[in-house]
């Protein structure tokens, strides 16, 4: 019986790819190991609701931010392709808790407004394009049925380049983007997330295996 | 005031609790925890630490209990008159809670003290108490405790009601009805001493009729060691009230202190006593007074940025949501004003007390209250002819599915699309 029930509990502590040892995690962000164990308990349920596999496949990104797991959603896909750090199509638990520290309150605005502007850089080219920022205000307007019409979508994305762009070179990079967050920081808000303060209240069962030292 | 007092033995150093808090002496005890002063290294502030010990909780089976009061400390956190709770810990060995201090103490310290309080200051602490249970249970807890233990005072003498550790979360409701035997038997009701199933609130409205009972007379109205003699007394309604208690105080405490949980008063009726609503000023009853969010100055127009950010895509608060948002947003058919001007109109209409909310740049926004129900309608013109509104419920969320739904209903009239559901 003894033999079993340690048989048990070693397989409990067994990790699934992409796993991370939480005093790592913790000396690399803004949460503490505890949190981190707390986050754990959520990172669990996200990357166990469709394929039992401890990595949060889009599908069940979606599902979790939609409760619909096919939903077509440009932003949603560029929040989870900037999760995705190493590229694999996988969000891994480390990579989860990583990006989500940006999310922090207490995170200096900088590395959210950088979080933002990569996000915002569809292509990648360092730069937010004009025919991006057109992509995007379009795929927000589809989302919210706002009804605007080709000319008004037109006439909003050049008010914004003439507002931002202000070396003229027909894009927005980083040090205009900057510009603008600083005139306007509620362009950011997205980028905090209150709840990340309470997650050990809110996946409070951490408490039972707890892996910290006395 | 806001200094450790120095721990006993200067020999030994202070105890830091996983680096985040400094512990003080010790407040109390129980069978499964005890109570620590402890202050935060990174704050400062004083706080109340629960430490319980992890091999005695797995001894006797009590983990879920504590997930549970945890649980139900977090629903509560927003009531005046509840203990809050900070934040949870745990190492391999301990789980530490860290919770509000109520430096007040027990408010039957008080009374020890005092005998027995006017009949005033009783109503006070009767409608803190009333106050914070129905709350409770609107959040689906009930407190199944209620005793002076649990009565806590902060610096200003308000209560602070602590330890939802016995309560029960509709989740584990059966049946609708409570089985297990809990409680203190001084201040139990009859159908949990009985262990018959019960609604966890009409036995909290018996506890309330004791307290309400021993804050005016100075001891509890049933009292003997043997509780099958206990319980009959319970049964035949057999306390007596002194000469000083006054007449509608009499008649509360004889229907809260009704054997039969049917035809108990509940605290819901109590709370619409004339009696229990003397002397209540304004601001108790209507404690959650919206304050104004901070303005925020926007020195440049609204941009396709502003546009973005409205994506749910980008909101990531679901993936730590169980519950559902109160929160939608539409494309208005009129201007700003003219939503002002509705939210306002439909806010009386439906009861609520109407603020108009300061904001900088062209928002327009009215803040309703009712209840414990607050709700923001946001207007801004992004463009010339869109008009975006949003709803949302920043507090009181898990109530009354019929107060969001009415006000969604009524806005109707002016919505051109509602956004994507995301629900």
Redesign the interface.
């Known amino acids: 019986m003894l033999a079993f029930v340690k048989r048990f509990s070693l397989k409990r502590t067994k990790h699934p790819r992409g796993y991370e040892d939480p005093q790592v995690l913790a000396s690399e962000t803004p949460f ?3 949190e981190i ?1 707390a986050l754990h308990n ?1 990172f669990k349920k ?1 990357s166990t609701s469709i394929i039992n596999d401890g990595l949060i496949h889009k599908e069940e990104f979606l599902l ?4 619909n797991s096919s939903m077509q ?7 989870f392709y900037m999760f995705d750090r190493k590229r694999n199509g996988v969000i891994e638990f480390g990579e989860f808790v990583r990006s989500l520290s940006i ?1 922090h309150p207490h995170t200096p605005e900088h590395e959210k407004s950088s979080f933002m502007f990569k996000l ?1 850089d569809l292509d990648g080219t360092g730069f937010i394009q004009r025919h991006e ?1 057109k992509k ?2 379009g ?3 589809s ?6 019409s080709e000319e ?1 979508i037109e ?3 050049e ?2 380049m003439v ?2 762009d202000t070396n003229k070179d027909g894009k927005i990079d980083e040090e205009e983007w900057k510009e ?1 967050v600083a ?5 950011l ?2 980028m905090t ?1 209150p ?1 990340l303060k ?5 996946f ?5 295996d ?5 | 005031m806001d200094s450790l007092p120095q721990p006993q033995n200067h020999s030994s150093p202070a105890k830091i609790l996983l680096g985040k808090y400094e512990l003080g002496r010790r407040l109390g005890s129980g069978s499964f925890a005890k109570v620590h002063l402890a202050r935060s290294i990174e704050t400062h502030e004083l706080v109340a630490i629960k430490i319980i010990d992890k091999k005695r909780t797995i001894e006797s089976n009590m983990e879920p209990r504590i997930i549970r009061e945890i649980d139900a400390m977090r629903r509560l956190r927003d009531h005046p008159n509840i203990l809050k709770i900070h934040e949870v810990m745990a190492t391999k060995s301990k789980i530490y809670l860290v919770m509000e201090l109520a430096v007040g103490g027990e408010l039957f310290s008080k009374l020890l003290r005092r005998g027995r309080l006017p009949e005033s200051a009783a109503r006070r602490y009767f409608q803190q108490l009333a106050s914070a249970l129905q709350f409770s249970h609107l959040h689906g807890v009930a407190h199944r405790d209620v005793k002076p233990q649990n009565l806590l005072l902060d610096r200003e003498g308000n209560l602070k009601v602590s330890d939802f550790g016995l309560s029960a979360l509709p989740e584990h409701l059966r049946d609708g009805l409570l089985h297990t035997a809990c409680g203190t038997p001084a201040y139990t009701a009859p159908e949990i001493i009985s262990r018959r199933g019960y609604d966890g609130a009409k036995a909290d409205a018996w506890s309330c009729g004791v307290i309400l009972y021993v804050l005016l007379v100075g001891y509890v109205p049933f009292d003997d060691s043997n509780i099958a003699s206990m319980y009959r007394k319970i049964q035949r309604r057999e306390y007596r009230f002194p000469s000083w208690i006054s007449k509608p105080a009499r008649s509360i405490i004889h229907q809260m202190l009704d054997p039969n949980p049917e035809t108990r008063m509940s605290i819901e009726a109590v709370t619409n006593t004339t009696w229990f609503k003397k002397s209540l000023t304004g601001s108790e009853l209507d404690c959650n007074v919206l304050e104004p969010e901070p303005v925020i100055e926007k020195s440049s127009s609204i941009t396709a940025f502003d546009l973005i950010s409205l994506s749910s895509g980008l909101d990531l608060s679901g993936l730590f949501e169980v519950k559902r948002k109160r929160e939608r947003r539409f494309t208005a058919k009129v201007s700003a004003v003219e939503v002002e001007e509705k939210a306002k109109a439909i806010g009386e209409t439906l009861g609520y007390v109407v603020k108009k909310t300061k904001k900088g740049g062209e928002a327009k926004v009215v803040g309703l209250g009712r209840g414990r129900m607050e709700i923001v309608v946001e207007a801004v013109e992004l463009a010339v002819d869109v008009v975006v509104v949003e709803v949302k419920v920043v507090q009181g969320e898990e109530e009354e599915d019929s107060q969001w739904s009415d006000l969604i209903t009524e806005l109707g009239d002016i919505v051109l699309s509602w956004h994507n559901d995301v629900m």
């Open positions: 503490t190991v505890n164990e959520l996200l979790a931010l939609f409760r959603n440009l932003f949603a896909d560029r929040v999310f915002y920022l995007m205000v795929a927000l307007l989302e919210t049925d706002l009804g605007l008004s006439a909003i994305v008010q914004t507002e931002v603008l005139k306007n920081p509620s362009i808000k997205n997330l709840y309470e997650v050990t209240l809110a409070p069962s951490f408490v039972l707890s892996e910290v030292d006395d």
